[in-house]
Each structure stands twice: as structure tokens, then as C-alpha cells.
């Protein structure tokens, strides 16, 4: 049976309450497999209960298996996550942005889980590199343009010198 992710807040004193999350294999098989399918992860989740909103302190630790592009080899790769959310009580349930969604009043959990997949997801690259291939990447800094007009510069033809000397 999957774990429930979710929070009952309807519940919830208005002060500062903790949970604890193990993010394992099942927890990936809810949430989806599209870009990581399995790790082990350990999540911190601080929601501070108020009269207007509750926020959402999320702290997650561990790692993601992943699968090398180049190689094929599976590796294991460090992710940590420290991020804040704001739900925010409102009459129609919507994602205001990244870090506030409101919700309604009337609303008796909360599906944190959800939020700690796409956490982790947008941690891992688009290219994924076995570590002892990291070395090797040219393309590290993430740099997909580059130009080469610097040593063509330096040697231009004699024709086109003319032309220079009449702009100046």
C-alpha cells in the first residue's frame, strides 16, 4: 500500500507542527517516473499554521539514481532542497505562482508530495553524467554558444582594410 503524503490541516492548531517524510520507491511509483524513478530521499516539512495562510518550510536531503546518458551506468546523484511555500486561503484554488498557491477554506489536506516531486525533479540536469565522466564535459559551465570571430579578427583580408580606413 503507498504511504499517504498528504496533511489533514483542517485539523492543525495554529502554530508550528512537523512532519517527517521517507521518499523511497513508492513514492516515485505515485508521483510519476518521467524524470526520476527512483532514490532515497528524507524530507523535513514545517508547516506554520496562521489565521490567513500556512507556510511550508520543505527541506529535503538524499539522492536520486539516475541513469548515465553516456555510459548507460547508474549512479547515484546528491540533491538537496530547501524551499518555502505559502498557501494562502482564497474562495477558488489556484497556483499563484511558485511559491504561493491559495486554497480554500474549507480544504482538509494538503498533498505535500506532489510538491516534493517536482522539488526534486527540477534539481536534476538535463544531461545526466555518470561522475567519472564530469570531467570530461566540455560543455560543464553550460555554455551552448561560443564564438569564434576572435582569431578572425586578427586577419583580415587586405581588401577589406581599405574599407576600414574610410570608416575611421
Known amino acids: 500500500m503507498a504511504?499517504?503524503?498528504?496533511?489533514?490541516?483542517?485539523?492543525?492548531?495554529?502554530?508550528?507542527?512537523?512532519f517527517d517524510f521517507q521518499l523511497s520507491e513508492d513514492f516515485f511509483k505515485k508521483?510519476?517516473?518521467?524524470?526520476?524513478?527512483?532514490?532515497?530521499?528524507?524530507a523535513r516539512v514545517s508547516l506554520?499554521?496562521?489565521?490567513?495562510?500556512?507556510?511550508a518550510d520543505f527541506t529535503v536531503k538524499g539522492s536520486a539514481h539516475l541513469v548515465c546518458d553516456r555510459s548507460l551506468d547508474e549512479f547515484d546523484f546528491p540533491v538537496s532542497i530547501h524551499k518555502k511555500v505559502v498557501f494562502k486561503y482564497g474562495e477558488v484554488p489556484q497556483e499563484?505562482?511558485?511559491?504561493?498557491?491559495?486554497?480554500?477554506?474549507?480544504?482538509?489536506?494538503?498533498?505535500?508530495?506532489?510538491?516534493?516531486?517536482?522539488?526534486?525533479?527540477?534539481?536534476?540536469?538535463m544531461k545526466k553524467l555518470h561522475p567519472r565522466y564530469s570531467s570530461?564535459?566540455?560543455d560543464k559551465e553550460g555554455l551552448v554558444y561560443t564564438?569564434?570571430?576572435k582569431a578572425d579578427d586578427e586577419t583580415i583580408d587586405p581588401r577589406w582594410e581599405v574599407l576600414k580606413k574610410l570608416k575611421k
Open 136 to 138: 570530461d564535459d566540455k
Open 147 to 149: 564564438s569564434a570571430n
Open 31 to 42: 508521483y510519476g517516473q518521467e524524470v526520476v524513478a527512483n532514490g532515497n530521499f528524507e
Open 96 to 125: 499563484v505562482s511558485d511559491e504561493i498557491v491559495i486554497i480554500t477554506p474549507d480544504q482538509d489536506k494538503l498533498d505535500l508530495g506532489q510538491l516534493m516531486y517536482e522539488f526534486i525533479a527540477l534539481q536534476i540536469p
Open 3 to 18: 504511504k499517504d503524503y498528504s496533511v489533514n490541516v483542517l485539523g492543525l492548531s495554529k502554530s508550528v507542527h512537523q
Open 48 to 55: 506554520d499554521k496562521r489565521e490567513t495562510f500556512i507556510e
